[in-house]
C-alpha cells in the first residue's frame, strides 16, 4: 500500500517540558500524553511515518519525553519550525519572536515529506475513525490535475468539540451536495447550551447555532506537491508584509481558503462521530482524564499502548 505520513504541529509546546504544558499533560495509564493516542490511531489506520515539527531548542527533551518511545513502533523524522527560516533574500523582521504559524511548520518539512501527508495539532485528540478517513483518501490521490489540489479536511460535528467550561472558536463548514467544502465560518465563543449549542454576544444574548454543524479542527490531508505550493505562497506572504510584521502568521486554514476561493483546491470533507478532546481550558483536563478512562474501560484502546 502507498506510504503515507503524518505530521504532528508541536513547535508551541512551550520553552520548557513539564508542569502547564498541557500537551504533555498525562492522561492515560502509563503516563501517555495525547499525542500517543493520536499516533497510535495513525499506525492502527496504515500511516507508517510520524514527522515531529518542534523547536530545535526542544529537541533532546521531547525525544526524552516521547520520540525515543514512538521510534521503536514508526518511522519518526523530526523537522524543526525556526523563526530564521526563510527564503533567500528575506530576514526577520526587527521584533519579531515568534515562528511563522501552521503554512511555516509544514514547510519545516519540505525535505522529509515524499508521500501524501496528513497534518494534525499535537494537544487535540481526534478519535479513530478521522485517522482511517483521512488515510483511505490520501492513498487514493496522485496529486495535482489541471491547476487544482485534491485535500481532505476531517470534519467534526459542532456538539462533539464544545467545553463544558466555556466559549470555543470553532471554523463552521459549509458543504456542498457534493461533499466538498464550499466556505469555512470562523465563529468565536460558541458555547454548550441545554439545546445543543449558542454563539454568546457581547451584550450576553446567545445566537443559537446548528449543533449538528461539521467544523474544521485543523486535521487535514494534502499531497506531497502542496507543500511546493506553500513554498510559493509563503514568499507571497513575506513580500506583502506591513507594519505588523512582527505579529502576522502564516496559517494553514488563511491559505486553505485563499486557495478555494481562487478555485485552487477541491477539499473533500470526510464527516467523523467521534468526539474530539482537547484542553481549551484548566479546568477541561478532568474532564479528559475521565473520557480517556472511559475509552479504556470499552475497550477502544488497550491500557499499555506500546510494547516497551
Known amino acids: ?134 488515510h483511505d483518501y490520501l492513498v487514493n490521490q496522485e496529486g495535482r490535475k489541471d491547476g487544482v489540489f485534491p485535500v481532505c479536511m476531517a470534519g467534526f460535528i459542532l456538539k462533539n468539540t464544545l467545553s463544558d467550561h466555556g466559549g470555543v472558536t470553532r471554523g463552521i463548514c459549509r458543504v456542498d451536495e457534493n461533499g466538498e467544502l464550499a466556505g469555512v465560518d470562523e465563529t468565536r465563543n460558541i458555547i454548550k447550551v441545554p439545546e445543543g449549542a449558542a454563539v454568546l454576544q457581547e451584550d450576553g444574548t446567545r445566537l443559537p447555532i446548528d449543533s449538528e454543524s461539521l467544523v474544521s479542527m485543523n486535521m487535514w490531508g494534502f499531497t506531497p506537491d502542496f507543500v511546493e505550493e506553500l513554498e510559493t505562497g509563503f514568499v507571497r506572504f513575506l513580500s506583502g508584509l506591513d507594519e505588523n510584521a512582527e505579529k502576522a502568521e502564516y496559517l494553514l486554514p488563511t491559505i486553505i481558503d485563499q486557495m478555494l476561493k481562487k478555485k485552487q483546491v477541491e477539499i473533500t470533507v470526510l464527516k467523523t462521530t467521534d468526539k474530539w478532546f482537547g484542553v481549551t481550558y484548566k479546568e477541561d483536563v478532568p474532564t479528559v482524564v475521565a473520557d480517556f478512562k472511559r475509552l479504556l474501560e470499552e475497550g477502544v484502546y488497550p491500557a499499555k499502548l506500546w510494547k516497551s
Open 1 to 134: 500500500m502507498k506510504k503515507t505520513a503524518l505530521v504532528i504541529m508541536a513547535a508551541g509546546i512551550g520553552s520548557r517540558f513539564g508542569g502547564g504544558i498541557k500537551q504533555l499533560t498525562s492522561f492515560g495509564p502509563n503516563g501517555e500524553i495525547i499525542m500517543d493516542y493520536s499516533i497510535y490511531d495513525a499506525v492502527k489506520a496504515g500511516f507508517n511515518k510520524i514527522v515531529f515539527v518542534i523547536r530545535k531548542d526542544l529537541e533532546k527533551d521531547f525525544r526524552e519525553i516521547i520520540g525515543n518511545r514512538i521510534e521503536k513502533e514508526i518511522e519518526v523524522e523530526y523537522a524543526f519550525q525556526e523563526l530564521t527560516d526563510l527564503p533567500e533574500g528575506f530576514s526577520v523582521p526587527e521584533g519579531r519572536r515568534k515562528p511563522w504559524g501552521t503554512g511555516q511548520a509544514i514547510l519545516a518539512c519540505r525535505k522529509l515529506i515524499k508521500e501524501p501527508f496528513a497534518v494534525i495539532n499535537a494537544d487535540d485528540y481526534y478519535g479513530k475513525e478521522a485517522f482511517v478517513l483521512v
